[in-house]
Every structure is written in structure tokens, then in C-alpha cells.
T-cell receptor, first 109, second 116 residues
Framework: RKEVEQDPGPFNVPEGATVAFNCTYS??????FFWYRQDCRKEPKLLMS???SGNEDGRFTAQLNRASQYISLLIRDSKLSDSATYLCVGVYNFNKFYFGSGTKLNVKP | DVKVTQSSRYLVKRTGEKVFLECVQD?????MFWYRQDPGLGLRLIYF???????EKGDIPEGYSVSREKKERFSLILESASTNQTSMYLC???????????????FGSGTRLTVV
């Protein structure tokens, strides 16, 4: 079983829609979590950290549910430029990162 | 901004060749990592290093070795390239366990290696 699992998608949504991705993790000892964004043929780039209290950055909201071992990313008012693959990451031992395989988002006009 | 630079963007090598992938970071980060990324498999950790001359195996170290002689440079070596090592290779760095706080990785732009 993979340490971090995501629905690969693709999620096809119209501009302006709200879309949510979930990601489950298997190791309850994981200390922290991140969401990364990866554009086609580019390297992953850090989008945001994920905290138990939830955190928001503009149109993006990330949430961690430790009891159910999942993290989520909510994107409001989707833009064409949000089209990308979103990777969730769980961190163990403060330095070992496990990446999900990514969820592909296509925002259409 | 932290910059992680990988020496080649695209590389084509023959089966059996020894291949060196170089990675340099300019922010004095303690930690450096090598991943490979394949469709459907995501990012998989090959090797990582917490300090100069220090290395640890990741999840898929077979067929690879690494070298970290200087803090800013982490090299991945394919001793004898094989076709199943055709992949996108990504180097990353992070500032380490300062106050036990996690920092996200910064990735290099990747090397797309094709072994023929």
C-alpha cells in the first residue's frame, strides 16, 4: 500500500467552479503535510502547508483531518491558470517526504 | 529565492554507460534528495543526504549511487544505465530540522533521462 494516495483524476471543471481534492495517508506518525503544484513538464512547486487548524491562501484552503488520516485542498473560483497536477505530501521523521501520485485538474473556459 | 540547479535538462545515454546527474543548491541547505518521477508511480525517493559525505538509501536505491563531497552539490550516479532507468529525475533541497519544523522542498527543474 502506498504511503500517500490520491485520486488521479482528471477533474474537469468550468472556470469559476469550486473543486476539492482529498488525499489519504497510511502512517499515523506523519508529522506534517504539504500540497505541491506541478505544471506539465515542470518541477513540483510548493503551494501550501497543511495544518490541523486549516489554512487559507487566497482562493486555496487546505485542511488536515488526523482522525480520518486525510488532507484536503479546496480551490474556489477556479481559473484557467489553476490547471495543473496537485501533489499531496506527508512527512515522516521530519525529513522523509512521501508524495502522492498527483491529481490532475483541467479548468475549462 | 532558493535555487536548485540540475546540470542537464535532457539526456540520452546508451545501455551500460555510467551516467552522472549533478545538482547544486545555493542556499546552504543541509538536506538534499534525489527522486525519480514516472507516470502512475509518482515521485519515488532514490537517495538523500543530511550532510556532507553522508547518504542514506531511499525507497528505490538499486542501480544508483550518490556522492556529496560539498554541501551545495549532490550527484546521482547510474553505474550501468539500463532502459528501466529512463525517467524524469528531480533533485530537491530543504533547510533541515531547524527547531523540528518542516520546510517544504525546493526542486530543481528536472533531468529527463532516456536510456536507449
Amino acid at each position: 500500500r502506498k504511503e500517500v494516495e490520491q485520486d488521479p483524476g482528471p477533474f474537469n471543471v468550468p472556470e469559476g467552479a469550486t473543486v476539492a481534492f482529498n488525499c489519504t495517508y497510511s502512517n499515523s506518525a506523519s508529522q506534517s503535510f504539504f500540497w505541491y503544484r506541478q505544471d506539465c513538464r515542470k518541477e513540483p512547486k510548493l503551494l501550501m502547508s497543511v495544518y490541523s487548524s486549516g489554512n487559507e491562501d487566497g482562493r486555496f484552503t487546505a485542511q488536515l483531518n488526523r482522525a480520518s488520516q486525510y488532507i484536503s485542498l479546496l480551490i474556489r473560483d477556479s481559473k484557467l491558470s489553476d490547471s495543473a497536477t496537485y501533489l499531496c505530501v506527508g512527512v515522516y521523521n521530519f525529513n522523509k517526504f512521501y508524495f502522492g501520485s498527483g491529481t490532475k485538474l483541467n479548468v475549462k473556459p | 529565492d532558493v535555487k536548485v540547479t540540475q546540470s542537464s535538462r535532457y539526456l540520452v545515454k546508451r545501455t551500460g554507460e555510467k551516467v552522472f546527474l549533478e545538482c547544486v543548491q545555493d542556499m546552504d541547505h543541509e538536506n538534499m534528495f534525489w527522486y525519480r518521477q514516472d507516470p502512475g508511480l509518482g515521485l519515488r525517493l532514490i537517495y538523500f543526504s543530511y550532510d556532507v559525505k553522508m547518504k542514506e538509501k531511499g525507497d528505490i536505491p538499486e542501480g544508483y549511487s550518490v556522492s556529496r563531497e560539498k554541501k551545495e552539490r549532490f550527484s546521482l550516479i547510474l553505474e550501468s544505465a539500463s532502459t528501466n532507468q529512463t525517467s524524469m529525475y528531480l533533485c530537491a533541497s530543504s533547510p533541515g530540522n531547524r527547531d523540528r519544523v518542516n520546510y517544504g522542498y525546493t526542486f530543481g527543474s528536472g533531468t529527463r533521462l532516456t536510456v536507449v
